[in-house]
T-cell receptor, first 114, second 112 residues
Framework: GENVEQHPSTLSVQEGDSAVIKCTYS??????FPWYKQELGKRPQLIID?????GEKKDQRIAVTLNKTAKHFSLHITETQPEDSAVYFC?????????????FGQGTTLQVKP | DGGITQSPKYLFRKEGQNVTLSCEQN?????MYWYRQDPGQGLRLIYY???????QKGDIAEGYSVSREKKESFPLTVTSAQKNPTAFYLC???????????FGQGTRLTVV
């Protein structure tokens, strides 16, 4: 079945450094790739997304890149701040048979040290 | 997020009992989803629905049941057949199946 692998599971960086989280997906028909941020005890919130017709998208300190040939996409956070500390999830929308279900990766716990 | 509400926030279940988790949205979204979150395991899909009166199993549907009688509502029943139900349950909705999903605040279920 469809699968999304996310790495690393934990990531610790110094404030001001960059953080990169990578995901790979198995379903070549996937065409929508969102990233969610979940703070402790709260619901996941969308921070950025990308569709398959675009290779890169940027929003201030956050960017996402997509390589459809290799079936992987990455989240880049620059100039990290302590408030960036959270769990980040990638997801891929399975386009098989128009089911449209969102499959999530296992999550990355990001810690930004002041 | 915004117009999607889950209740209750905390729920305790005795062994052998069925319990139902509520999920309501007023966003006029067609698609709704239920995910289970366990520490270190991400969000695993239980059931999803693209339209009223229709739903499909996700990766971990065993021991769960759902209904979609109204567009706004997608309740999840955790049956006694679910052997390890203690988890954080998240409901989500999107305009179209597979699109941007908005999450409820979650229900933490504990077996006592």
């Amino acid at each position: 079945g469809e699968n999304v692998e996310q790495h690393p599971s934990t990531l610790s960086v110094q404030e001001g450094d960059s953080a990169v989280i990578k995901c790979t997906y198995s379903d070549s028909a996937s065409n929508y790739f969102p990233w969610y941020k979940q703070e402790l005890g709260k619901r996941p919130q969308l921070i950025i997304d990308i569709r398959s017709n675009v290779g890169e998208k940027k929003d201030q300190r956050i960017a996402v890149t997509l390589n459809k040939t290799a079936k992987h996409f990455s989240l880049h956070i620059t100039e990290t701040q302590p408030e960036d500390s959270a769990v980040y999830f990638c997801a891929a929308s399975s386009g098989s048979s128009n089911t449209g279900k969102l499959i999530f990766g296992q999550g990355t716990t990001l810690q930004v040290k002041p | 997020d915004g117009g999607i509400t889950q209740s209750p926030k905390y729920l305790f279940r005795k062994e052998g009992q069925n319990v139902t988790l509520s999920c309501e949205q007023n966003l006029n979204h067609d698609a709704m989803y239920w995910y289970r979150q366990d520490p270190g395991q991400g969000l695993r899909l239980i059931y999803y629905s693209q339209i009223v009166n229709d739903f499909q199993k996700g990766d971990i549907a065993e021991g769960y049941s759902v209904s979609r009688e109204k567009k706004e509502s997608f309740p999840l029943t955790v049956t006694s057949a679910q052997k390890n139900p203690t988890a954080f349950y998240l409901c989500a909705s999107s305009i179209l199946a597979g699109g941007q999903a908005f999450f409820g605040q979650g229900t933490r279920l504990t077996v006592v």
